[in-house]
């Protein structure tokens, strides 16, 4: 079955600056690849998503990049701000499960 | 638009009594619905997912068992629970023959 790995566990920066989070995945199958951002309490909140068939996405300072040859994709956040602080999750499905990373929480500094 | 719903919202039980956890969502027809379990400060444990009403497939093998008894509805349930039981419990809505899964609120279940 499919396998998502999720670097790093946790991340710090300081207001402004950028957060990059990667996975890897096992399943050259799975062709759907979405991210969630988790604030304490809450529910996974999806935040952004690719498709197999597409290289990047872009949502104002979200971006998600995604290399298949390598099975891995990246979570690209810029101009941080403290409300990005929580945890992220990224995901690969093929068919009608879906796998998780473990998450990484992204502290923002102000 | 859809809504995800899940009750009850917090649950203390004791060891060795039963569950069930209900999600329902409204405003959409034949969804594909999920069980996840969230262990404090982990990932994502996907137990169950479901395509249509009396369809279950099982990801872990555990005390734990589902049912789909209306296209909208979703029951996590257990005869007997354990402290390892304890968690965050999420239901989760797709669209059928599509890739995104929208999150219920959850239930936060402690076993003690």
């Known amino acids: 079955g499919e396998n998502v790995e999720q670097h790093p566990s946790t991340l710090s920066v300081q207001e402004g600056d950028s957060a990059v989070i990667k996975c890897t995945y096992s399943d050259s199958a799975s062709n759907y690849f979405p991210w969630y951002k988790q604030e304490l309490g809450k529910r996974p909140q999806l935040i952004i998503d690719i498709r197999s068939n597409v290289g990047e996405k872009k949502d104002q300072r979200i971006a998600v990049t995604l290399n298949k040859t390598a099975k891995h994709f990246s979570l690209h956040i810029t101009e941080t701000q403290p409300e990005d602080s929580a945890v992220y999750f990224c995901a690969a499905k093929g068919g009608n499960d879906m796998r998780f990373g473990a998450g990484t929480r992204l502290t923002v500094k102000p | 638009s859809q809504t995800i719903h899940q009750w009850p919202a917090t649950l203390v039980q004791p060891v060795g009594s039963p569950l069930s956890l209900e999600c329902t969502v409204e405003g959409t027809s034949n969804p594909n619905l999920y069980w996840y379990r969230q262990a404090a400060g982990r990932g994502l444990q996907l137990l169950f997912y479901?395509?249509?009403?009396?369809?279950i497939s099982s990801e872990v093998p555990q005390n734990l068992s589902a049912s789909r008894p209306q296209d909208r509805q979703f029951i996590l349930s257990s005869k007997k629970l354990l402290l390892s039981d304890s968690g965050f419990y999420l239901c989760?809505?797709?669209?059928?023959?599509?890739?995104?899964?929208?999150f219920g609120p959850g239930t936060r279940l402690t076993v003690t």
């Open positions: 989760a809505w797709g669209t059928s023959g599509g890739s995104r899964q929208y």
């Open positions: 479901s395509v249509g009403i009396g369809q």
